[in-house]
């Protein structure tokens, strides 16, 4: 069996990615209202939408990374016990959270 170490830690690339995807997202949205607003001078329910699956994917990407530091992305034998709780709510704050922006993802999808 490998031998786990304190340097097995992958929570500094879960932070760099969830990061960078939510700023990509973020400059996405903003572009789309600059768009709606300058152009078409308009905004519709999908854009409403948007900023909702907007806000939810800020708790998500808050979640993971407030969860890397307190040990997301080590190995469980690397947490340290006092941060087990707030670790664990973490994981259940963006298991919930994805189900939803999942849940508006799919109904923007299928949306006519």
């Not at 990509?24 to 999908?46: C, Q, Y």
């Not at 708790?59 to 997301?72: A, P």
Request: one cysteine or more.
């Amino acid at each position: 069996m490998e031998d786990i170490t304190a340097s097995q830690n992958r929570g500094d690339e879960v932070l760099a990615v969830t990061v960078a995807l939510f700023v990509a997202a973020t400059f996405t949205v903003i572009l789309r209202f600059v768009s709606r607003v300058g152009i078409v001078k308009r905004i519709s329910e999908d854009d409403y939408a948007m900023i909702v699956a907007w806000i939810i994917s800020f708790g998500f990407s808050f979640s993971i990374c407030y969860g890397t530091s307190v040990g997301l992305g080590r190995h469980e034998a690397n947490v340290r016990p006092e941060d087990d709780a707030a670790l664990r709510k973490s994981e259940y704050a963006f298991s919930v959270l994805y189900a939803r922006l999942h849940h508006l993802i799919r109904r923007e999808a299928t949306a006519d």
